[in-house]
């Protein structure tokens, strides 16, 4: 059983250091390496994953996609770009070399890839999901750009 989580603590170490690799390269994706990294951490440690669960990091890629709600249009653009570029320089180094099956099949896997994101995820409105980010904290913009407590405003009234 500690070989488990032990195994799992590592997974999800590697796969948090590559999603942040992934902020800054703009080539290899953040969020399937961060929903590993979720995944890994909530075998492991729940510390670890009420950490990880509580960072910026996660709440900007993942929030609203774990909790089933959806992705903003600069998420999604986020994912299918890098993936794109990535399948598209195996697309076309394999057809090079006249492979022409692994290229059906990455074609394949990739139009899997672009419907599952443009039609299987839900497309939220970047104020949509600050609405429900806000909500869900309790915690609100004000009209200077700070953030007000809204629930200690509410017991005033």
Wanted: hydrophobic share 45%.
């Amino acid at each position: 059983m500690k070989l488990k989580r032990l195994f799992f603590l590592i997974l999800g170490c590697i796969s948090l250091g590559v999603g942040c690799i992934g902020i800054v390269l703009p080539v290899l994706p953040t969020v399937p390496f961060f929903l590993l990294t979720v995944f890994c951490f909530a075998n492991s440690s729940q510390k670890l994953h009420d950490w990880f669960v509580g960072t910026k990091l996660y709440k900007k890629n993942l929030e609203s996609f774990v909790q089933k709600r959806g992705m903003t249009v600069r998420t999604k653009v986020g994912i299918i770009l890098p993936v794109t570029l990535v399948m598209g320089i195996g697309f076309f180094m394999m057809w090079s070399k006249a492979l022409t099956i692994p290229c059906v099949i990455l074609a394949i896997v990739w139009i899997c890839h672009i419907v599952y994101f443009l039609f299987g995820v839900k497309t939220l409105s970047g104020t949509e999901q600050t609405e429900r980010r806000s909500a869900a904290t309790g915690s609100g913009r004000s009209k200077y750009g700070g953030t007000v407590d809204v629930r200690n405003e509410n017991q005033r009234c």
